[in-house]
């Protein structure tokens, strides 16, 4: 039981290009969240998928797009990527309101 | 919109002693949660509060929800090396389904 799998663990990026971040999840949980964490300023929500086939804007969604891709998979893609955009990416998922959340190991996405 | 702050940002502990962290919102809460993320790792649930003056322990770790339900603490007992990390609380953000709003955290480091 793996529980959140994210892919990949580290990328280093230069200014303006694009990549996409993965994110799978075998608890069958319904809801899913992406995270970024930066030094001192906490966990800040960019998307969150309520349930399969939604999904909405969190604190933090400027740059980002997201796709839910089935109940399992969610992603995350950065565009055309930014400086600003360095940070470590947590997604997490949990079986509905109020749960409790269930993290990945993260990504540690640097744009130089 | 609702906040949610911490109180320390760090916090130093020699091996042994007590410390107590704070979480406090700026609006009621139905309920908080408590994540605790060690070095280079990903936040991990520790538990949920859900009734008004709810006492929880695990442990050496006790955990309360204030009787307005508009702030929690963290009690640790005589803290061991293994307690490193930073503690997070969070809380329903109040405005959309599902979405958690984390405080910024406080680290806590301590000294053998």
């Known amino acids: 039981n793996a529980g959140v799998t994210q892919t990949p663990k580290f990328q280093v990026l230069k200014t303006g290009q694009s990549m996409t971040l993965q994110c799978a999840q075998d608890?069958?949980?319904?809801?899913m969240y992406w995270y970024r964490q930066d030094p001192g300023m906490g966990l800040r929500l960019i998307y969150y998928?309520?349930?399969?086939?939604?999904?909405d804007k969190g604190e933090v969604p400027n740059g980002y797009n997201v796709s839910r891709l089935n109940k399992r998979e969610f992603s995350l893609r950065l565009e055309s990527a930014a400086p600003s955009q360095t940070s470590v990416y947590f997604c997490?998922?949990?079986?509905?309101?109020?749960?409790?959340?269930?993290f990945g190991d993260g990504t540690r996405l640097s744009i130089l | 919109g609702q906040q949610v702050m911490q109180i320390p940002q760090y916090q130093h502990v020699q091996e042994g002693e007590d410390f107590t962290t704070y979480c406090n919102s700026s609006?009621?809460?139905?309920?908080i949660q408590w994540y605790k993320q060690r070095p280079g790792g990903h936040p991990v649930f520790l538990i949920q509060?859900?009734?008004?003056?709810e006492v929880k322990k695990q442990k050496r770790l006790t955990f309360q929800f204030g009787e307005a339900k508009k702030n929690s603490s963290l009690h640790i007992t005589a803290t061991q090396t293994t307690d490193v990390g930073t503690y997070f609380c969070?809380?329903?953000?109040?405005?959309?389904?599902?979405?958690?709003?984390f405080g910024a955290g406080t680290q806590v480091v301590v000294t053998p």
């Open positions: 609006t009621t809460l139905s309920n």
């Open positions: 998928s309520a349930s399969e086939g939604t999904t």
């Open positions: 969070a809380g329903p953000s109040g405005d959309s389904w599902g979405k958690l709003q």
């Open positions: 997490a998922s949990s079986d509905g309101f109020n749960q409790p959340q269930h």
């Open positions: 608890m069958n949980h319904n809801s």
């Open positions: 509060l859900v009734k008004s003056g």
